[in-house]
């Protein structure tokens, strides 16, 4: 083996490193908090701020709808950022992401309500949800690479989980935002406008998220990946991508379905269950997830630290094998009305499994996708698997009032999901991680350069 290869590893240590990290954390924290506020007030306050003159099933079924929607532009968010990400960079492509989301998530808390502007009140409210969806569908690959890529190799599955846990922290803030203020204020103010604070309070991390993110580099792999030399005519990188990972895209979609669907239901659909269907307070819900995803922040890198040892792979077939277990039984708990037992499992069903997924899973799909086609891969995998998550809440829901309150027919569906994507991740093969490396010499050349740069050496 030449000389240069039994060198250290490529990529960024020290300040550079925790940079990249509370950078990439910054922008997931605000996408996800973003998303799960949307998701709760959904299912608490849209149905009858928007859409009050249904009947109440109806009238939830509208508001999920509201919340799916979002998803359906993703997956051209992922296209098309995906698609500039690969081409132009990490770093840049991620400012407008930012920009996009922090912006469209702060104005819903604006929007009048049906008694005030009639039919246009859920027509805005979706339209701010359609382009907040299509700025999310550009943040989440570009997120993860700009940790894993600048990562030391042997580092990627705990570094790769840390800013994973901005999910966590999302749901903690969104359900205690949310908690806090549906208890210190009255029924009357908080559907007046309680309700707005958790949309107000993201322009704070639209601004804090964008300071980091205009001093972060960019990563360690694309810049890699630049030296490589480039066909005079390459096809864009979506088109690459089917050309040469057809395999791996279907894999990754379907790997995907568990953690998407199995998280919406346990969370925003779950709150509603016990809020509506069982008639029982919405502070046992929402309290029940709060110390979930606090557990969570724990939890997410702990398994990253895991996987290093054991491969992402094993980790995720433990987390997607979990969901097909507990299906029947999470409802069956929630069934006994006891808060005790409500709260454990959400506690266990979000920690075991989503959460479990969550941590390893842009490692695992990133060792999927070569450089060149890797934000646009891991983009599309994610936001077209994410249109079924999206919907799992409304999915839910009809199936609830398929089965005239009995709630087995959700439970049969998030099993078939979750035994699909055990199937895929047993099928997954990652690639090495230099399919397409260079010549040892510059590989090391390069190394050396980027860790002078960036670590001040």
Request: glycine content about 10%; hydrophobic content about 50%.
């Amino acid at each position: 083996m030449s000389e240069s290869l039994t060198k250290p590893e490529p990529g960024l240590t020290g300040k550079a490193m925790r940079r990249v990290v509370i950078g990439s954390f910054a922008g997931a924290l605000l996408e996800w908090y973003d998303f799960f506020i949307f998701g709760t007030a959904a299912g608490l306050v849209f149905a009858p701020l928007f859409f009050p003159d249904s009947d109440p099933f109806i009238g939830l079924i509208a508001a999920f709808a509201t919340f799916g929607v979002g998803f359906l532009t993703r997956p051209l968010g992922g296209i098309v950022f995906g698609h500039f990400g690969d081409k132009v960079g990490r770093k840049i492509t991620l400012i407008w992401t930012l920009g996009i989301v922090g912006t469209s998530t702060f104005l819903i808390g604006f929007i009048p309500t049906y008694q005030d502007i009639g039919i246009w009140a859920p027509i805005t409210l979706m339209a701010l949800r359609l382009i907040q969806g299509f700025g999310l569908g550009g943040e989440y690959g570009g997120a993860a690479l700009m940790t894993i890529e600048s990562a030391p190799e042997s580092k990627r599955g705990f570094l790769g989980a840390l800013p994973q846990t901005a999910a966590s922290v999302g749901i903690m803030l969104a359900t205690g935002v949310f908690a806090l203020c549906n208890s210190l204020l009255t029924q009357e103010q908080f559907l007046s406008w309680g309700w707005r604070i958790p949309f107000w309070l993201s322009a704070i991390m639209l601004v804090v998220g964008m300071f980091i993110r205009l001093h972060t580099e960019e990563t360690t792999d694309f810049k890699m990946q630049q030296l490589r030399p480039t066909p005079s005519k390459a096809p864009p990188p979506l088109i690459e991508l089917f050309r040469k990972h057809p395999r791996n895209i279907l894999l990754a979609l379907g790997a995907r379905l568990a953690e998407s669907v199995s998280s919406n239901i346990i969370n925003a659909f779950g709150i509603v269950y016990i809020s509506t269907q069982l008639a029982l307070s919405r502070d046992i819900p929402l309290t029940g997830m709060l110390i979930a995803s606090a557990i969570g922040i724990v939890c997410c890198p702990l398994v990253g630290w895991i996987s290093d040892r054991i491969g992402q792979r094993k980790i995720y077939l433990l987390g997607a094998g979990f969901c097909v277990l507990y299906a029947f039984p999470f409802f069956l708990l929630l069934d006994t009305r006891n808060t005790l037992i409500i709260w454990c499992s959400m506690i266990v069903g979000y920690n075991l499994g989503p959460t479990m997924m969550f941590a390893v899973q842009p490692t695992l799909f990133t060792r999927m996708f070569g450089t060149r086609v890797r934000y646009t891969g891991l983009s599309f995998a994610y936001q077209f698997s994410a249109i079924l998550g999206g919907m799992s809440p409304l999915i839910a829901s009809s199936l609830l009032a398929l089965g005239k309150g009995e709630v087995w027919y959700v439970a049969l569906f998030l099993l078939i999901v979750s035994v699909v994507s055990f199937i895929c991740v047993w099928l997954i093969k990652p690639e090495p991680r230099n399919s397409q490396a260079v010549a040892p010499n510059k590989i090391h050349h390069t190394y050396r350069h980027i860790r002078e740069q960036y670590n001040g050496r």
